[in-house]
């Protein structure tokens, strides 16, 4: 009898053996891997381990480098994009300032060589007192021919905003010629005022010392050259590279440089409102003829006129003709009089005239103050940032 027999149990596929340098070198924690994976079926229970890649050499960090730079490396921020409207800022303090660098060089440049100039012209003349025409070609000349010529070409990177040119009407023309009397008596006073407070009545004004020197050399360098150099520099190549950054950040800065440009407190007040008017009817017109045209009358009124009527009358006699008329003297009084006649007369409707100008100067600057244009430029600075932009940099 047999006994049936059991059902064979399947049997367990045994492991390959393996041979002694494959036990070696196999890491014991990592089970072996099938010697062709692509036929081998995923285990769902245990997903494949996947080995790690080895690090290849060329990638290794040094011995010598320490991890804690690379983690700092890792945790800097990057670099952000620069901010448009700074860059915009900055780009426009940077042209005022090559602007005020290039009028600090002419400064410069003119006192050095006017320095020179009168010292070799006094070695030249044998004499302890200049005449009027050495004193202006020792400081004209400098200036028109070199000085000035220098600035411009340090502006000329700055780019110049092109514009329609327009004719002035000869009423406009005459209402702000007028306007200009009021401005330059008031900023003459409060300079004068200044000059002599701080200097305990020391100061003087050379430049009006000058101009009472009646000579012909006045017309032609206050009247003819000065004004055309002034307006070609001051108004034609500051204003045409500032008015981009607004019309009236451009008529004021050059106003101020105007006025600075006079070196002393007697004609800053005065020089400064000048170039506002002028400024403006550059602006508005964009032809340098009507503020030349502005400034040779101003000069020749301060320049030539005016010096001219005072010396017609000497104001010490008729100081002690007045002492004489209120003594009782009134015959002395009299002759002297008849015979200043004829100067008293022409100075007597002088300073009329002055005055009725002086009070239409006042009445217009009331009347007119809102009828002034001004229109948005290219690249106008902000209300707040206008003077700080402008004139709160180097130069």
Same mark, same amino acid.
């Given at each position: 009898?047999?006994?049936?027999? @059991? /059902?064979? #149990?399947?049997?367990? +596929? &045994?492991?390959?053996? *393996?041979?002694?340098?494959?036990? %070696?070198? $196999? =890491?014991? !924690?990592?089970?072996?891997?099938?010697?062709?994976?692509?036929?081998?079926?995923?285990?769902?229970?245990?997903?494949?381990?996947?080995?790690?890649?080895?690090? @290849? /050499?060329? #990638?290794?960090?040094? +011995? &010598?480098?320490?991890? *804690?730079?690379?983690?700092?490396? %890792?945790? $800097? =921020?990057? !670099?952000?994009?620069?901010?448009?409207?700074?860059?915009?800022?900055?780009?426009?303090?940077?042209?005022?300032?090559?602007?005020?660098?290039?009028?600090?060089?002419?400064?410069?440049?003119?006192?050095?060589?006017?320095?020179?100039?009168?010292?070799?012209?006094?070695?030249?003349?044998?004499?302890?007192?200049?005449?009027?025409?050495?004193?202006?070609?020792?400081?004209?000349?400098?200036?028109?021919?070199?000085?000035?010529?220098?600035?411009?070409?340090?502006?000329?990177?700055?780019?110049?905003?092109?514009?329609?040119?327009?004719?002035?009407?000869?009423?406009?023309?005459?209402?702000?010629?007028?306007?200009?009397?009021?401005?330059?008596?008031?900023?003459?006073?409060?300079?004068?005022f200044l000059a002599e407070a701080l200097s305990d009545g020391k100061a003087s004004d050379a430049v009006s010392d000058l101009a009472m020197q009646l000579d012909v050399w006045n017309v032609v360098f206050?009247?003819?050259?000065?004004?055309?150099?002034?307006?070609?520099?001051?108004?034609?190549?500051?204003?045409?590279?500032?008015?981009?950054?607004?019309?009236?950040?451009?008529?004021?800065?050059?106003?101020?440089?105007?006025?600075?440009?006079?070196?002393?407190?007697?004609?800053?007040?005065?020089?400064?409102?000048?170039?506002?008017?002028?400024?403006?009817?550059?602006?508005?017109?964009?032809?340098?003829?009507?503020?030349?045209?502005?400034?040779?009358?101003?000069?020749?009124?301060?320049?030539?006129?005016?010096?001219?009527?005072?010396?017609?009358?000497?104001?010490?006699?008729?100081?002690?003709?007045?002492?004489?008329?209120?003594?009782?003297?009134?015959?002395?009084?009299?002759?002297?009089?008849?015979?200043?006649?004829?100067?008293?007369?022409?100075?007597?409707?002088?300073?009329?005239?002055?005055?009725?100008?002086?009070?239409?100067?006042?009445?217009?600057?009331?009347?007119?103050?809102?009828?002034?244009?001004?229109?948005?430029?290219?690249?106008?600075?902000?209300?707040?940032?206008?003077?700080?932009?402008?004139?709160?940099?180097?130069?």
């Amino acid at each position: 009898m047999t006994l049936p027999q @059991q /059902p064979a #149990q399947p049997q367990q +596929p &045994q492991p390959r053996p *393996q041979s002694q340098s494959q036990l %070696q070198f $196999q =890491p014991q !924690s990592r089970p072996r891997q099938p010697e062709n994976p692509s036929f081998q079926q995923p285990q769902p229970e245990t997903p494949p381990v996947q080995q790690p890649r080895q690090p @290849q /050499p060329q #990638q290794q960090p040094s +011995p &010598q480098q320490p991890r *804690q730079q690379f983690a700092m490396q %890792q945790l $800097q =921020p990057p !670099s952000l994009p620069a901010d448009p409207y700074t860059e915009w800022l900055m780009r426009v303090r940077r042209a005022f300032s090559r602007i005020g660098g290039a009028l600090c060089v002419m400064i410069v440049i003119w006192y050095a060589l006017a320095t020179v100039l009168s010292g070799v012209l006094y070695t030249a003349l044998h004499t302890a007192n200049m005449p009027n025409w050495a004193s202006y070609v020792a400081s004209g000349a400098p200036l028109y021919l070199l000085a000035m010529p220098v600035a411009v070409l340090i502006m000329r990177k700055l780019p110049v905003v092109e514009t329609r040119a327009f004719d002035m009407k000869p009423s406009l023309f005459l209402k702000l010629l007028v306007m200009c009397f009021p401005l330059m008596y008031v900023g003459s006073i409060i300079g004068n005022f200044l000059a002599e407070a701080l200097s305990d009545g020391k100061a003087s004004d050379a430049v009006s010392d000058l101009a009472m020197q009646l000579d012909v050399w006045n017309v032609v360098f206050l009247v003819i050259i000065g004004p055309i150099f002034e307006e070609w520099i001051f108004r034609k190549e500051i204003i045409s590279r500032a008015r981009r950054y607004g019309e009236k950040t451009a008529i004021v800065f050059s106003a101020l440089a105007f006025g600075l440009f006079h070196m002393n407190l007697f004609q800053f007040f005065y020089a400064f409102a000048l170039g506002l008017v002028f400024g403006y009817v550059y602006v508005r017109t964009s032809k340098l003829r009507y503020s030349i045209a502005m400034h040779m009358i101003i000069n020749f009124n301060g320049g030539v006129l005016a010096p001219w009527v005072i010396t017609r009358v000497d104001t010490r006699q008729m100081e002690s003709m007045a002492e004489q008329l209120e003594g009782g003297n009134s015959a002395m009084a009299t002759a002297w009089l008849e015979q200043n006649l004829p100067s008293l007369a022409v100075a007597g409707v002088y300073f009329v005239v002055y005055l009725a100008v002086l009070i239409a100067g006042v009445v217009l600057l009331v009347r007119e103050r809102r009828r002034f244009e001004f229109y948005t430029a290219p690249e106008e600075l902000p209300r707040g940032l206008r003077a700080k932009t402008a004139c709160g940099n180097v130069g």
